[in-house]
């Protein structure tokens, strides 16, 4: 994550080197910073301190839980911000306890990329205008955004609060992952009534004996399709359902994704000191952009890193 990024270390408390920060400031379209609320007022880096020699400056800060509030300054980490968004209350098994979508729901989606998009609408704002923004980005408040869809369909009467009996939560038997004979996966996303007729004809099953939409026949269905899954490998699928429209992929590891043909032929991964995923989204004008190779290891190299 940090590759290709330029690091200096400060001492912000140290007025040298404080100096030297407020002079970059001076010069910069954008700040970043994700202290608690009021540290970088009590270091003289505050919005106003720094809209003061650089009107045009975005200031964006970024939290769990927001600039305001009662929780302003309680700490917290990714898990905590998703369960107060009522995010985390939608994943994972019905009879279990909620899990943790890694943390890409709190700290990434919502904190991140909400955060470059206030910056980047703000930047263009003070492009017109020559003033600046303070951009407030909790994790809490993008996490709830991107819960916007299941709210609507909750208001229409279209999504229970029981896990694994909706739609886009596994409780669908046309919108979930199976286990395969080899103990790999694939996933299943025949959503569509003729996205799911392919993927009956490729599972041999008669249209007639398995409708779609008939959600007391949902749990029967999830039976019979990993029954058929369970009879083939997850690559044997993949070939069976590529170029359908069954919307039916294979389960892909981290050290498998950078060499499915598809993320090669599009450069989805980028080759430096190991592999790791490319910019993204891409511009008009980049040149091509070349296929990962695995790492060449002695034996005894490998083993070492394995230790």
């Known amino acids: 994550m940090h590759r290709g990024r330029a690091a200096v270390a400060v001492d912000l408390k140290d007025p040298a080197d404080l100096a030297r920060v407020q002079d970059l400031i001076a010069t910069a379209d954008a700040v970043i910073e994700g202290f608690r609320p009021g540290v970088m ?10 809209a003061a020699r650089n009107p045009r400056l975005v200031f964006g800060r970024i939290t769990g839980w927001g600039q305001t509030g009662p929780m302003a300054h309680d700490v917290g980490h990714d898990l905590n911000y998703i369960a107060l968004s009522g995010a985390l209350s939608m994943m994972g098994e019905p009879d279990r306890p909620p899990r943790p979508p890694l943390n ?11 955060l470059v998009t206030g910056v980047l609408a703000a930047l263009l704002e003070a492009k017109s205008t020559g003033r600046g923004r303070v951009v407030d980005a909790a994790m809490t408040d993008g996490s709830a955004l991107l819960t916007s869809l299941f709210h609507a369909l909750a208001a229409r009467g279209l999504w229970s609060e029981a896990r694994g009996g909706n739609l886009l939560d596994g409780g669908a038997p046309f919108y979930r992952c199976y286990a395969c004979r080899d103990g790999r996966f694939v996933a299943v996303g025949a959503l569509e009534p003729q996205f799911y007729a392919a993927l009956l004809k490729g599972l041999d099953i008669p249209a007639e004996d398995a409708p779609q939409f008939d959600l007391t026949g949902w749990s029967g269905l999830h039976a019979r399709f990993a029954a058929v899954f369970a009879t083939g490998d997850r690559d044997d699928w993949a070939a069976r359902f590529s170029q359908t429209d069954a919307c039916v992929t294979p389960v892909l590891t981290l050290s498998e994704a950078p060499h499915h043909p598809h993320n090669v032929a599009r450069g989805t991964f980028a080759v430096g000191d190991g592999v790791q995923p490319a910019p993204a989204p891409r511009f008009d004008g980049e040149p091509p952009r070349p296929a990962p190779q695995p790492p060449a290891l002695s034996l005894d190299e490998a083993v070492a890193l394995w230790r």
């Open 41 to 50: 007022e009590r270091l003289g880096l505050g919005p106003d301190v720094c």
């Open 104 to 114: 890409v729901v709190g700290d990434y989606g919502g904190g991140a990329m909400l």
